[in-house]
């Protein structure tokens, strides 16, 4: 063991908080995904640890690993102790909790540093774990303050270098003050451990370095959200756990004196008090709840939440002012990423679907709007040369993610989903998927005869011909396009058909333009999708058309049409054609002038004045049905001849017009018919009519 001094030695405050911050994040891991954790733990006990941890706060944070770690994962506790390095054997936690409690409990500290020899036990521990447990996630967390011996520095690289190999990363931690963590002597084999398994060195310097060394842990091991509790003495104090998380745990370290965590809301309520030196636990399929306290003041409380629902919980810790509490949540994030449909995408050059979504405990989609807010969500696409690309989604009502990337390049893609949630930004789960990218090729089913349709009238269209694919190489589902070269003057129908995995086959027809030439025809039906093309011949002949079949149906069609036509305007034109009288014209009559000034009509009110089908409207005076008594004859005609235009004639009483100046004079009208205007006095026999 080598010695600093005393301005270089770790603070008491930083080795407890910084082991307890890292062993509380580990346990939240342990069902992430139902995937059990399997974590060798190397503490120092060397001599140096009395004076830098006087309260056994390092042995006090494996026992607290034993509390909050799931039943199916395995823990290992490992001293620096020359001779008995492996304090607990590596296995599943099971009931061993109460026993790898005492064991570290009982951790004396003594003798010098040794680290070569309990790094090589847990990556032997390790590895016959895997022979009977191969799966599972598995780590080594290595806390020293003190620089290695020169004897063990290869045997560290070397066993570092194993544990790389098998996928197992080292966290190690340096427990050194400012001035020998600057150094690189006193950290060069800490930092080689982490360097050579992908893993990472942390330095505890000051308690303020200690959030960010927790927020890189978490984000390493377990990736979810550390919450640290605001704690009032006497105070409730209120945890919102969503649905989609595992589990949750509940830290809290203090002094001796008494905490109290009260779960409220639920189906008991259950309070532990944190002892001076006995240890509690209760345990349901619900919750996990412990409390220990060691010779020398350490002491802490542990809740762990087994399958939370959404809601609130409520802790009620009654406590003094230095109790910290610590609430991690270990969200269910799942990405799923597909691209298209199938494994096998035929789209070269094309855009492709990509649709991605989250799921949380089981199968089920997340599509709570407000919680996916609180996640980022990526997807990058790598294609056959590893170029990454990431891919613009946007989110839909049902909790998809929808995207569009170009593949333009054949081969293995790789899609990955990562998911974190942002609070935090730590990386939680990543999903990974292969896919093949080929260009579609397109093949003609063997022994496939060409196209003859034989002989056919021009403008008409031939039977069906079915074209067989088989041998080609498509998606499952295809759009094969069909086009025409050399059949002058000729048509196919449908432009296309669709195909898949049993479906190879289509139907085309073809139609001579009718004012086609006529004789033999011969060229290509030419078969594409996605840039792939295939040809087959076609042939045939074509009758042209005589003059009359050609052109007659056409010249009946429009006769017939022009008929139609006149017949329309004919009907239009008796509608519209006849004048109808003014709507303010008005009529007096009388059989004296001053009989004239009384009787008034208007004449559109007349029964009978209305215009009709190539009539224009007219009013008769006198004989059947007139608005005037006449003795039974017609007196007189008066009619709507144009715009504002009426004319008056009598057809056998002999038409008179009176002097306007002097009313005792009168003219007889030539051919006893004339325009009607207004405020003229006309006289037919004994009556007298003006218009006005």
Known sequence: MTDYPAAMRPSLLQLAVFL??????????????????????????????????????????????????????????????????VTEALAPIGDRRKKVRESVRLLPFQGSTYCADPLEEAALGLETLRKSQPTGRQFVIFLSDGVCPDTHKDRVRDAARALGTAGVKVFSIGLFGAEAAAGPDATADLRAMAALTDGEFFSAQTAADLPRQFASILGRIVGSEAEVLTLEAGADTMAALDGYVYDASLILTGTRTPIIIKKAVGPVDTKLEMPGRASHSVTSSAFHLAAFGNDVG????????????????????????D?????????ALDPVVELGTTKTIYAVGEDCTVRAWLRGKGDE??????????????????DPSQNETQVVLKPGPDGVFVGTQKLDVAG????????????????????????EVRVPSLALAKNHPPIDFGSIDAGATTEPFKVDLA????????KITLSVDGLNGMRHAPKGFDVGPTAHTGEVRFTAEADHAGGPVSGTLVIGMNGATVSLPVSGTIIPLSFWERWGRLIITIAVALLVLLLLLFIIYGYVSPHS????????????KDRLKKNEILISEIQ????GFYKNAKLTVGGPGSFMPADGAVLAEIEATGPSQITIRSPSVELHKVNKFDDSKTKAVDGNETGMHSGEIYQIGKFYLRLR
């Not at 109790?323 to 969200?331: G, K, S, W």
């Not at 989609?365 to 790598?382: N, P, Q």
């Not at 893609?413 to 896919?435: C, E, I, N, S, V």
């Open 581 to 592: 009288f003014p709507a303010d014209a008005r009529l007096n009559w009388g059989e004296s």
């Open 20 to 85: 307890l911050i890292l062993l509380w994040v580990l346990p939240t891991a342990a069902d992430e995904g139902r995937t059990p954790i399997h974590v060798q733990i190397v503490l120092d006990s060397s001599g140096s640890m009395t004076d830098n941890d006087p309260r056994r706060l390092s042995s006090l944070a494996g026992m607290i690993f034993s509390d909050l770690a799931a039943a199916g994962d395995s823990v290992g506790i490992l001293s620096m102790r020359k001779g008995k390095f």
């Open 298 to 321: 350490g002491q802490y409380s542990v809740l762990r939440i087994e399958e939370p629902a959404p809601g609130n919980w409520t802790f009620r810790i009654d406590g003094p002012a």
């Open 608 to 611: 009978g004045t209305r215009s």
């Open 365 to 382: 989609k997340i599509a709570d709007a407000g919680f996916l807010d609180r996640v980022e969500f990526t997807v990058t696409l790598a």
């Open 471 to 478: 041998g080609s190489e498509f998606p499952a589902a295809a």
């Open 323 to 331: 109790v910290e509490a610590l609430l991690i949540q270990n969200y």
């Open 412 to 435: 293995e893609w790789t899609a990955r989903g990562r998911a974190r949630m942002k609070k935090g930004g730590l990386d939680k789960r990543t999903a990974q998927a292969k896919f």
